[in-house]
Structures are given as C-alpha cells and as structure tokens.
C-alpha cells in the first residue's frame, strides 16, 4: 500500500481531533478495510484512500459508470494527525499549509463527553472544544486573509462523533450542543485573556485580523456562524469498532459528497 508524507495533487482530508478520538482507527480501516490496533500518534501519517465503489464522489455524479475517469476521482489522501496537546502544531500546520484540501474531519469520542452539560468539570468537553475552537478560528483567518486577493474557498468540517457504539455515548445532536456551548466559554474565556491562546497559534503568522471566532457577537457560539467564511460545519456519528460491525457509512458519504 502506498504510503506517502510529501505533497501531492490528489485530494486530501485532513484528520484532526483529541487524542484516543478514534482517528488512527479510522485511518487503518479506511485504508486496509479492517480494524487493526492502534496506539497514540506521535507524528501525521498520510494513506491513499480509495472510496468504496457504492459510494459516489459528488464530482463523478454524472458520469457514466464506464467513465473511466470515475476512477481518477475515487481517490484521495487522508492525513491523521495526533491528537496530544503537544503535537497539534502538526494539524494546525496542515491546516495552513498549500495543498488540495478538501475538507477536515474532526473527531472526538461521544462516549467521553456524555456528561453533556458545559462547565461542571467536563474536562474531555471541554479539551475538545478547545481545539475545535482553535481550528475554526484558524480557518476563519485564512478565509478573511484571503477575501482580500481572492473569494475566499470553501472549506467544510464534519464533526464525526465516533464510539456510537458504546451505550454511553452522546448522541450526535447533543454533541453538536455540548461543543457548541462550550466553544462560548473558550471563546470568552480567550477574549479576556484568562487563558492563553494555546500551542503556537501565534507562530502561523496569518495575520492578526480577527481573533473572536463567529459573528454572532457575544451571545452563544452556534456552528453555523462558520458560513459566513464559507465554513460549513456538520455532525455525523458513527463508529470504527463495535460488537456488531463498524457504522462510517456517513463519514463516507459526507467526504464523497466534497471530493
Ligand atoms: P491519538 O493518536 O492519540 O491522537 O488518538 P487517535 O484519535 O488516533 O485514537 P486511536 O485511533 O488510536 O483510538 C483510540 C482507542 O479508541 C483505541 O483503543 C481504539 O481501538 C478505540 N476506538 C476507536 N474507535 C472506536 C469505536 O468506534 N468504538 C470503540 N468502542 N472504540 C473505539
Ligand atoms: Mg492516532
């Protein structure tokens, strides 16, 4: 199987999310078709991917079958990052960097924030709301960058809320909700300065435009105020393991739907 760290002109999604969310695994079984054990990530790893032949990208939609060219766009790289603290400059870097991005995946493990409410010492919630604050945020800016040489590209994000599998898992509109709430808190929490802006976000040097995530003012962060910068965020659960069989079908569906 080819494996690959250089840059390439396939499509590429990028995997990004806390650590144990399930990305590894969902790497291996997107790339192999089977489970396998995975441990922590210490570096990105990129895997070429092939869709399913069920599954259809959006862009062969009105080919024929025996289009040849169907096979050139069922393609595409997927790129995992790890998920530690420590080593998220790795996806910010991914972020920012020139590539054929299609869209970011970010998932986090439902079953670990089934406490659901904000505050109240969620810390799982709270660390994944964080990040997925920080990620936003940075696209945000590369959006508003570069309104000002070119519109500025589309670029969705699919929450994928993985370990539905496990009876304590929150369900994938209470995920929705929880990070949406706790996203308020971080982003209030930055705009006082209380906390810090987190790992080297102000070593990408994209300009210091604007720094409160959404322009839905200081009420509550919801994700659609991602559309004005061409960020359309959505959630989808599923999961890689399970006593019955993995359920991605979703996530497959949403990344045809942008390849
Ligand atoms: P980092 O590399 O540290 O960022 O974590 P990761 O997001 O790559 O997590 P990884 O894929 O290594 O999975 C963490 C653990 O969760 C592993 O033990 C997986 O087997 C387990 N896991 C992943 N997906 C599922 C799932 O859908 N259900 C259940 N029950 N366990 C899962
Ligand atoms: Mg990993």
């Not at 939609?61 to 530690?84: C, E, I, M, W």
Request: hydrophobic residues 40%; charged residues 20%; glycine residues 8%.
């Amino acid at each position: 199987i080819y494996r690959s760290t250089t840059s390439t002109t396939l499509p590429s999604f990028l995997l990004v999310g806390p650590s144990g969310a399930g990305k590894t695994a969902l790497l291996t079984l997107f790339e192999r078709g089977q489970h396998a054990e995975t441990r922590t990530s210490q570096v990105p790893l990129s895997v070429e991917v092939s869709l399913p032949v069920s599954t259809k990208a959006v862009s062969s939609k009105y080919r024929s079958v025996n289009d040849p060219s169907n096979q050139a766009h069922k393609k595409f790289l997927l790129a995992d990052t790890p998920g530690h603290g420590k080593l998220r400059h790795h996806a910010f870097d991914s972020v920012i960097k020139p590539q054929n991005l299609k869209g970011i995946i970010f998932m986090v493990d439902a079953a670990d924030m089934s406490m659901g409410t904000s505050g109240a010492g969620n810390e799982p919630l709270h660390q994944a709301a964080e990040y997925l604050h920080d990620i936003l945020l940075l696209l945000q800016k590369r959006s508003t960058r570069s309104k000002t040489s070119k519109a500025p590209r589309e670029l969705p994000v699919l929450i994928a809320a993985n370990k539905l599998d496990l009876f304590t898992a929150l369900p994938p509109p209470l995920v929705k909700t929880a990070l949406e709430s706790e996203i308020s808190n971080v982003r209030s929490s930055r705009a006082t300065g209380l906390l810090d802006s987190g790992i080297g976000m102000n070593d990408l040097d994209i300009g210091e435009e604007k720094e409160w995530l959404g322009n839905g003012g200081d009420g509550k962060f919801e994700f659609s105020q991602m559309d004005e910068v061409n960020i359309a965020v959505s959630v989808a659960g599923g999961n890689v393991l399970g006593a019955d069989e993995s359920d991605v079908k979703q996530w497959w569906d949403w990344i045809a739907g942008n390849l």
